[in-house]
T-cell receptor, first 112, second 114 residues
Framework: EDQVTQSPEALRLQEGESSSLNCSYT??????LFWYRQDPGKGPEFLFT???AGEEKEKERLKATLTKKESFLHITAPKPEDSATYLC?????????????FGTGTLLAVQP | ETGVTQSPTHLIKTRGQQVTLRCSSQ?????VSWYQQALGQGPQFIFQ???????GRGNFPPRFSGLQFPNYSSELNVNALELDDSALYLC?????????????FGPGTRLTVT
């Protein structure tokens, strides 16, 4: 069964304190791995898509990496406005849809 | 370019009632998916519409149904509401048919069933 597990469930950082969020996945064949940011009561905001092991993508203070079993979202020198829930999702090959399978997210709090 | 929009923003219904939620896809996007997100959980796939046809469904009962219109907007209908249907309902659109990758989400409709 296709599955996504994110850790930690919650993370509290001081402003400027770099860290990483983990996304472990099991999928029959990976079409793509996605990272989203979600603010309370809002819809997920697209951040990155990764397609193959070894791929990396960056956006401002965020960098996403991918291996054959997991992905990391590295946050460098975070600011309070980076506080949000970060969701990881996978899309499997072979299905008729572009269905996303999500993890439960990591709630990040960055304190000034 | 207009993003994905959803209406209403919030809704309160009584158990047993029926509800219709609406979604306008992002300009140029012809595929719409619906997700249910319970509090503290990740979104769960309900179904997807492409060219006005449902082409895939997650583990949701038939009382969850939908429509897609020629302008690619969509509706989610839920009959015989249950307390467990209380959640944030998200619509996501994507370009290029069933094999496109990125999906862009709307702001969601918060449904409360009492």
């Amino acid at each position: 069964e296709d599955q996504v597990t994110q850790s930690p469930e919650a993370l509290r950082l001081q402003e400027g304190e770099s860290s990483s969020l983990n996304c472990s996945y099991t999928v029959s064949g990976l079409r793509g791995l996605f990272w989203y940011r979600q603010d309370p009561g809002k819809g997920p905001e697209f951040l990155f898509t990764l397609y193959s092991a070894g791929e990396e993508k960056e956006k401002e203070r965020l960098k996403a990496t991918l291996t054959k079993k997991e992905s990391f979202l590295h946050i460098t020198a975070p600011k309070p406005e980076d506080s949000a829930t970060y969701l990881c999702a996978v899309q499997a090959r072979g299905g008729a849809t572009n269905k996303l399978i999500f993890g439960t997210g990591t709630l990040l709090a960055v304190q000034p | 370019e207009t993003g994905v929009t959803q209406s209403p923003t919030h809704l309160i219904k009584t158990r047993g009632q029926q509800v219709t939620l609406r979604c306008s896809s992002q300009s140029g996007h012809n595929t719409v998916s619906w997700y249910q997100q319970a509090l503290g959980q990740g979104p769960q796939f309900i179904f997807q519409y492409y060219r006005e046809e449902e082409n895939g469904r997650g583990n949701f009962p038939p009382r969850f149904s939908g429509l897609q219109f020629p302008n690619y907007s969509s509706e989610l209908n839920v009959n015989a509401l249950e307390l467990d249907d209380s959640a944030l309902y998200l619509c996501a659109s994507s370009p290029g048919g069933t094999y496109s990758y990125e999906q862009y989400f709307g702001p969601g409709t918060r449904l409360t069933v009492t």
